[in-house]
């Protein structure tokens, strides 16, 4: 079965058809040529096809996309203003946080829905006090970010690109 959606990605608004089956990653992939977020793992285990939807982080490759008919998706592409890396992305190069690359649009896309869970004092596993608003240890970023992983290893320097952006 088929339904005709809209998203907007980006900032620019697609109508598409699509399978009912169709995973937000895929009609983005696949669909709308949008390449940033990546398929990794395909099972919502390793982070890589992380997106902003309507502006909280997501593994898209678990989002179908007719439930996201009319919604806002950001990718790490989007994040950009007028040619100018995102501050968490210039933070990701400033710091080497990245090999590959392969994971570092999901990393990024992460760390900014991230950093406006922490801003808005949205406690983690790791959060000591439930009351008392939250502060960005480097404990509490890698429990935060656990969801995105790096086959090169470059979380070191991930951790601290995170903590610069957050300042």
Same mark, same amino acid.
């Given at each position: 079965?088929?339904?005709?959606?809209?998203?907007?990605?980006?900032?620019?608004?697609?109508?598409?058809?699509?399978?009912?089956?169709?995973?937000?990653?895929?009609?983005?992939?696949? &669909?709308?040529?949008?390449?940033?977020?990546?398929?990794?793992?395909?099972?919502?285990?390793?982070?890589?096809?992380?997106?902003?939807?309507?502006?909280?982080?997501?593994?898209?490759?678990?989002?179908?996309?007719?439930?996201?008919?009319?919604?806002?998706?950001?990718?790490?592409?989007?994040?950009?203003?007028?040619? &100018?890396?995102?501050?968490?992305?210039?933070?990701?190069?400033?710091?080497?946080?990245?090999?590959?690359?392969?994971?570092?649009?999901?990393?990024?896309?992460?760390?900014?829905?991230?950093?406006?869970?922490?801003?808005?004092?949205?406690?983690?596993?790791?959060?000591?006090?439930?009351?008392?608003?939250?502060?960005?240890?480097?404990?509490?970023?890698?429990? &935060?970010?656990?969801?995105?992983?790096? &086959?090169?290893?470059?979380?070191?320097?991930?951790?601290?690109?995170?903590?610069?952006?957050?300042?």
């Amino acid at each position: 079965m088929e339904a005709t959606i809209t998203l907007h990605v980006d900032g620019e608004k697609h109508d598409l058809t699509v399978d009912t089956r169709t995973t937000l990653l895929d009609a983005l992939r696949d &669909r709308l040529g949008v390449t940033s977020p990546k398929k990794g793992c395909d099972h919502g285990q390793c982070g890589a096809c992380t997106v902003l939807l309507e502006r909280r982080r997501v593994v898209s490759c678990l989002a179908l996309a007719v439930a996201h008919d009319g919604a806002s998706v950001t990718t790490a592409a989007g994040l950009a203003e007028e040619g &100018r890396l995102h501050p968490v992305a210039r933070a990701f190069v400033d710091h080497d946080g990245f090999q590959c690359g392969y994971c570092t649009p999901g990393q990024v896309c992460s760390a900014v829905g991230m950093l406006e869970e922490a801003a808005a004092d949205w406690p983690s596993h790791v959060t000591g006090d439930l009351q008392a608003p939250v502060r960005l240890s480097d404990e509490e970023i890698r429990e &935060r970010m656990s969801g995105n992983l790096c &086959r090169c290893g470059a979380y070191v320097n991930i951790v601290a690109a995170i903590r610069e952006a957050a300042r």
